[in-house]
């Protein structure tokens, strides 16, 4: 029984990406109770109160995109305001109770970051674009918009964003919290394109923010709660509207083509710096490596590459998933469901990779091999030139349900690449290919340029050149052992790889695909970790100057950060009467 539902929306055929579900639970039966909210109360006065005590009962069961996380939570703790003084409202009365409350934007974080069952808070219909400003090249937004939304909105006026991360359904507030990124070695993560926000904080109420303050000398200075805040992981306080940079709108010119390991390594400094994105894509037993670039129209040379005029034949669909579909009706044709090449036409591309991890078994390397190389043959088939819009073209596909772990680490600058970004990958396989790792295709790597929020795993001199490596398991089925059996290969021995291959170029996590070891010697070193990586001191002064009580945090940041410090000038956390009077954050810093 449903009884409330939220927004859903479909990230592939296979699965959901999100669901809410709320129902009556009862603690003395396993089985839930049906929901009353569509029930018409009746004057009884006994009636009424066993229906208050049902829906106090109630809860609301919250899955995340990878289907990796799920949260149960009183459903009387979970909030969509539609309206900014009901979101204060909201964190003012949180405060007071010392109730729980962390923001879940689209909950695409693999990791569950957003996840609290205390509460939690969505900002799904705060969703205006409020401003285009074409003049100072900015759109204004309230942060519970989706970055499609902003880009239709952006489309009338020819603007667009600077850059995208793969999916469309992320919430501003989300995409910026988290240190969201493209791919381009002078293009920094999401957050650097913000100009200004504004926070709801338990403690100061709402505030913005800005890169720079008064000095109080008539000039300015840097404000370092903005380089803070901007990548604050929703613990310092709710972003509800945020401003950005914007640029022209513009189409770009997609070359993919397959190239050999040796040869990948060897043209990477040239494709970095001819190419305005670049994208590898390695797949694992395969002497292939699947290279997407991708150039403005308006600056693209045709008279040198005269073929990008001639995009990829839809036609020849069938030439290109031969492969694949070869394979897919091969491994099923002794089954009780065997593919046909017509049922294989029809289905798209993360549809048909899942089929065939399911057509045998997801951890057997043999098959996995042969998965690998049809892919591959794939992309060889699929060589050729595209022109579209730039948002159509750097957002993708990223598969059905699946693990993914994903590490940023510095690779010198543009100029003066010291290589960590090959060096990694080609230790990486190697460990794979020796260790006989059930490694699906592809582990995907992109390239940023340095952030300057003190909190993103990018965050580095304005020079900078970062590397982001993603490695991957599907979960195709819904099957529980087989899920539990992926997983705990995934998380074992693969992530394992990947973590002491790290060390040795100071690779951090993406927030929003950390992951918190099982073991406690374990956690402790990816605690010292994160505080050799990041000002965590500091982040834990700004997540006290703003949440004294500590209710915007959950477990995981708990865990990982450790409680947030007093604040030095007078001890907050003894307040509870949920008062929010003038919070002079800027001198608390200036003090601290």
């Known amino acids: 029984n449903f009884g409330k539902q939220s927004w859903v929306y479909p990230l592939s055929a296979a699965m959901l990406a999100l669901s809410f579900m709320a129902t009556s639970t009862n603690t003395t039966q396993n089985e839930a109770a049906p929901s009353t909210k569509n029930i018409t109360s009746t004057n009884s006065e006994g009636d009424e109160e066993e229906e208050e005590e049902e829906e106090e009962d109630e809860t609301t069961t919250l899955l995340n995109w990878s289907g990796t996380h799920s949260v149960n939570l009183p459903t009387k703790n979970y909030h969509e305001p539609e309206t900014i003084p009901e979101l204060e409202q909201i964190i003012k009365t949180s405060f007071k109770h010392h109730t729980p409350i962390r923001p879940i934007g689209s909950a695409l974080s693999p990791n569950g970051l957003a996840f609290e069952s205390g509460g939690m808070i969505s900002l799904a219909h705060l969703d205006k674009i409020i401003e285009v400003d074409k003049h100072s090249m900015t759109v204004t937004v309230q942060a519970g918009a989706k970055i499609s939304q902003v880009i239709a909105a952006l489309r009338p006026h020819g603007l667009t964003l600077p850059n995208l991360a793969s999916i469309a359904e992320q919430q501003m507030g989300g995409f910026v919290q988290v240190s969201a990124h493209g791919s381009g070695a002078l293009i920094p993560p999401v957050d650097e394109f913000v100009t200004q926000f504004k926070m709801v904080t338990p403690y100061c109420g709402t505030v913005l923010l800005r890169p720079k303050r008064s000095d109080g000398k008539g000039g300015e200075e840097d404000d370092p709660y903005f380089h803070v805040a901007r990548v604050g992981l929703g613990c310092l306080g709710i972003l509800s509207e945020i401003t950005m940079k914007v640029i022209p709108a513009h189409r770009l010119v997609e070359h993919t083509f397959v190239l050999k390991r040796e040869e990948a390594v060897e043209r990477l400094d040239q494709l970095l710096v001819k190419h305005k994105h670049v994208r590898y894509m390695w797949i694992p037993y395969e002497d292939a490596v699947v290279v997407v670039t991708n150039d403005v129209e308006d600056n693209f040379d045709f008279e040198k590459c005269p073929e990008a005029k001639h995009k990829i034949d839809g036609s020849t669909k069938k ?65 050729g030139y595209q022109i579209r819009p730039s948002d159509e073209l750097l957002q993708f596909d990223c598969g059905g349900q699946q693990w993914v772990w994903e590490v940023c680490f510095p690779t010198g600058t543009l100029f003066d690449n010291n290589h960590n970004d090959t060096t990694f990958m080609t230790e990486l396989l190697k460990s794979i290919e020796d260790h006989n790792i059930p490694a ?93 990586r990041f000002p965590v001191q500091l982040f834990n002064f700004c997540r006290y100057t703003f949440d004294p009580t500590n209710i915007l945090s959950n477990d995981m940041l708990n865990e990982l950060f450790g409680d947030a410090k007093p604040n030095p000038l007078k001890n907050r956390a003894k307040r509870s009467d949920g008062k929010q009077e003038k919070c002079d954050h800027q001198e608390q810093m200036y003090n601290w």
């Not at 469901?337 to 057509?359: C, K, N, S, W």
């Not at 580095?460 to 059996?485: A, C, F, K």
């Open 440 to 532: 699906h295709s592809p582990i995907e790597q992109r390239w940023t340029a340095s952030s300057s929020s003190f909190m993103s795993p990018a965050n580095g001199p304005p020079d900078g050149l970062h590397s982001w490596v993603g490695v991957i398991m599907y979960l195709p089925s819904d099957e529980p052992t087989q899920r539990q059996n992926i997983t705990s290969a995934f998380r074992g021995k693969y992530c394992n790889l990947v973590k002491e291959i790290g060390k040795k170029v100071n690779a951090t996590s993406h927030w929003a695909k950390l992951e918190l070891p099982d073991n406690e010697k374990d956690r402790q070193e990816l605690k010292e970790t994160m505080k050799k």
């Open 319 to 383: 030439r290109r998933f031969q492969p694949m579909m070869d394979l897919l009706v091969n491994l099923t044709k002794d089954t009780d469901a065997p593919y046909t090449e017509e049922q294989v036409l029809e289905m798209g591309f993360g549809e048909i990779r899942d089929a065939l991890m399911l057509a045998g078994d997801p951890l057997d390397v043999p098959h996995v091999k042969k998965c690998n190389e049809a892919e591959a043959e794939f992309w060889r088939r699929s060589e």
